[in-house]
């Protein structure tokens, strides 16, 4: 089922082609048997998160700030009153190892955006906390980002957005299994 139109024929009404539509045309053309019901799904999810990830990325210079940068201080933001984590905590809500977010946190802290504190409840283990300007950075930086991933979306209806989100969320992936090794044509047994 190919979807490319010639130029002397009008296309349907609908959603013109894309490059997942030309992707899929080739795998249907070439081996059909990879395709999936979820394949197209898995397709236009990644071709969305890599156009959210842009249109955040084209934002955080202007800000002044790194998407590490970005991510600590919306992490902390988010955290509400008195906007603070120790660094671990941060460290499993980003995913990134403690080393990485203590340069980052230096970088921040260098900035004025952040500053370390002794934890209240042990006074052994720090805390990072935001700074007024970081409090203002960072709502400054979430409502910029909120704008961009808002014009990606612009050409979509409220219904069709609203429409997919209800169709992810059934979706669970939180209890999909692991994703089985490749093959790699070697015999195990032969090792």
Partial sequence: MMLI???DVTAPPGPRPDPVDALMDAWHAELPDVLRPTTE???RIAQLARALDQAT???LPELG??????DILVALRRAGEPYR???NELARALLLSSGGISNVVN??????LVRREPSPDDGRSTMISLTPDGVRTAEHAVRANADAHEAVFADASATSVDAATQALREVDIR???APRPLRTGRNPSRS
């Fill in 5 to 7: 139109y010639p130029a």
């Fill in 107 to 112: 970088h921040l802290a260098e900035r004025r």
């Fill in 65 to 70: 700030l790194t998407v590490a940068e970005f």
């Fill in 57 to 59: 990325r084209g934002v």
């Fill in 85 to 87: 984590m120790k660094p």
């Fill in 41 to 43: 799904l898995s397709k």
């Fill in 175 to 177: 209890h999909s299994p």
